[in-house]
């Protein structure tokens, strides 16, 4: 069993940039498929990035070109890279991983972090 914890959401206006991390213990973060989520007040839990055991990485259509998964297996930490945030991309982060199987979907996700907020004003 993995533990994750998010942090570095913050406020910020448009056009600006923030990196979420997402601290892992427990176990090694690479040994698990890991994703971002995102939840917005009134809106469903939705897909934002994930990175395979691979490497290999996959992001939604609303926030490619402008965000970018990784992880640093020497910290155990995962991060989400946001750029060139738009308002449209203020919600809860959450970070998950999934032991077996890279998906968007999230009850694909057997672990979860607690969330952290990023709000974007105009």
């Known amino acids: 069993q993995v533990q994750l914890v998010e942090s570095g959401g913050g406020l910020v206006q448009a056009g600006d940039s923030l990196r979420l991390s997402c601290a892992a213990s427990?176990?090694?973060?690479?040994?698990?498929?890991m994703g971002w989520f995102r939840q917005a007040p009134g809106k469903e839990r939705e897909f934002v990035a994930l990175?395979?055991?691979?490497?290999?990485?996959a992001y939604a259509d609303s926030v490619k070109g402008r965000f970018t998964i990784a992880r640093d297996n020497a910290k155990n930490t995962g991060y989400l890279q946001m750029n060139i945030l738009k308002p449209e991309d203020t919600a809860v982060y959450y970070c998950?991983?999934?032991?077996?199987?890279?998906?968007?979907?999230?009850?694909?996700?057997?672990?979860w972090g607690q969330g952290t907020q990023v709000t974007v004003s105009s």
């Open positions: 990175i395979r055991r691979s490497g290999s990485t």
């Open positions: 998950a991983a999934s032991g077996m199987i890279s998906s968007p979907y999230a009850n694909d996700y057997d672990y």
């Open positions: 427990g176990r090694s973060l690479n040994d698990y498929c």
